[in-house]
């Protein structure tokens, strides 16, 4: 089992930025290949980033591409979302989530374990 807690969400202005935290226990997190997703209101959940378990891999949504930036600190057991250049369309529920491989996956079908979410919303 796999527990991950998000936080760092808020309220922030068009062109700002936030940082999301994601905290893991359970498993050797240098293990564990780690995602990003969120959920806008009314709409189906979509990939943001993910990285691999070392955290030499990454790969982004075409979406967020050039502004947010995925990373990891194994020695904490967290991995990061640094967003910068946020706009309003960027609003919604972000959750971070593991799969039992160390390898990067886009497809949120390939995480077994989910964070409980956390409130990004951009004023503009």
């Known amino acids: 089992q796999v527990q991950l807690v998000d936080s760092g969400g808020g309220l922030v202005q068009a062109g700002g930025s936030l940082r999301l935290s994601c905290a893991a226990s359970?498993?050797?997190?240098?293990?564990?290949?780690m995602g990003w997703f969120r959920q806008a209101p009314g709409k189906e959940r979509e990939f943001v980033a993910t990285i691999s378990g070392s955290g030499s891999s990454v790969y982004y949504a075409d979406s967020v591409k050039g502004r947010f930036a995925i990373s990891r600190d194994n020695a904490k057991n967290t991995v990061y979302l640094q967003m910068n250049s946020l706009k309003p369309e960027d609003t919604a529920v972000y959750s971070c989530?593991?799969?039992?491989?160390?390898?990067?996956?886009?497809?949120?079908?390939?995480?077994?374990?989910w964070g409980q979410g956390t409130q990004v919303t951009v004023s503009s």
């Open positions: 359970g498993r050797t997190f240098s293990s564990l290949g």
């Open positions: 989530a593991a799969r039992i491989y160390s390898s990067i996956h886009s497809d949120e079908r390939r995480y077994a374990y």
